[in-house]
Every structure is written in C-alpha cells, then in structure tokens.
C-alpha cells in the first residue's frame, strides 16, 4: 500500500526565514510525485509534479526536489502570501493518487 | 472561465437523507476523480470515471453512488447520510488515467455536514 507522511505538521515562518518542508513516501512504482497548495476554504492548487529521483523544479520562491523516498518542498525568503496547507502526492502503479496529511505554514510579517 | 466547478458549496443536512452533489469540468479532461478530505486534512480516493466509465472504486459504502452522464460532468449521490459522512467533498479530473500527463486539478469543495 502506497504511504506519505509528511513533516513537520505545521510550520511557522518569519516572513524572509527560508525553511523546507519534508515528504516521506513508499510506493509500489513511482510514477509521479505532486505538490499541491491549498488555502483555507479552497481545493487544492497543482504546483509541481517531480518523476525521477534528482529532479527539480521551481516556481517563484518555491523548489522540490526528489529522492528515492522523499521529496522536498524548498521555501524561499516566504512572504505572508505563501501561508497555506501544502500536500504532497504520489502516484504508483495503482494509478491513484495518494495524500499526505499535509503542512500547515503560516508566515509572518 | 472556471475549470472545475461543484454545486453547492456547502450542504447541511439531517441523518437519514438522500442528498447529490454535481461537479462539471471545462477543461477537456477524460478523467473524473471524487475524494473525501476528512477532519484531519487526509485526502482520499473514493471514485474515478474515464470517459463515463467507472475505473476506481475504493472501499466506500454502496450508500455513495458516482453517476456521469458525460464525461464533462461526474455527480455524487448518497443515500441515507450518516453523521460520519460529514466532511469536505472534493471533485477533480486530469487529461488522462496513469498518463504521463495526468496531473490532477481540483474543484473548490462541497462542505456537507450531517446532523
């Protein structure tokens, strides 16, 4: 059964206080890995999706990168505007996604 | 201009009752999705339908019954609402199933709660 844990739950941020958020999977044939944001009251938002082990991607102050078990979501300088929930997701053979509980980051002013 | 829409955003109601829950994409997609986010944020897998045919099936009570009659929309109707039935329904849909294109993209959530 595909697992993600992810870690720390929630992450508090002052604004420009660079941090990483963590997400540990097992999966029976990665086929993709995706980060999601959501805000309060909102679906998720589609952010990356990584395939390999050693790819990155980035998008404004944000970066993952992928490993053989995790993958990490790199925060940059965060400013208020990135406060939410971020979800990480992999996708196995089994051809659904399956979630982490999320990290709840607040960033401060 | 919306990609994912779902009516209503929110619905309250009583135990025992029949209720649906109507989700429509423009974006072309072959692939609907319905998941279940619970108190604790966990988003799960309950159904997924390619091009009206059903191709996920989770272990989810026979009372939730997914009905797509194109495959632009994808509605989700329950019998007999139970009080753990309360949480944040979410509907999606992707270009293709198990693609290499098949990101997700989510609508904005139906908040049902059950008293």
């Known amino acids: 059964e595909d697992q993600v844990t992810q870690s720390p739950e929630a992450l508090r941020l002052q604004e420009g206080e660079s941090s990483s958020l963590n997400c540990s999977y097992t999966v029976s044939g990665l086929r993709g890995l995706f980060w999601y944001r959501q805000d309060p009251g909102k679906g998720p938002e589609f952010l990356f999706t990584l395939y390999s082990a050693g790819e990155e991607k980035e998008k404004e102050r944000l970066k993952a990168t992928l490993t053989k078990k995790e993958s990490f979501l790199h925060i940059t300088a965060p400013k208020p505007e990135d406060s939410a929930t971020y979800l990480c997701a992999v996708q196995g053979t089994g051809r659904q996604l399956t979630f982490g509980s999320g990290t709840q980051l607040t960033v401060l002013p | 201009d919306t990609a994912v829409s779902q009516t209503p955003k929110y619905l309250v109601t009583q135990m025992g009752n029949d209720k649906s829950i109507k989700c429509e994409q423009n974006l072309g997609h072959d692939t609907m999705y319905w998941y279940k986010q619970d108190s604790k944020k966990f988003l799960k897998i309950m159904f997924s339908y390619n091009n009206k045919e059903l191709i996920i099936n989770e272990t989810v009570p026979n009372r939730f019954s997914p009905k797509s009659p194109d495959k632009a929309h994808l509605n989700l109707h329950i019998n007999s609402l139970e009080l753990g039935d309360s949480a944040v329904y979410f509907c999606?849909?992707?270009?293709?199933?198990?693609?290499?294109?098949?990101?997700?993209?989510f609508g904005p959530g139906t908040r049902l709660t059950v008293l």
């Open positions: 999606a849909s992707s270009l293709v199933l198990g693609g290499t294109t098949d990101t997700q993209y």
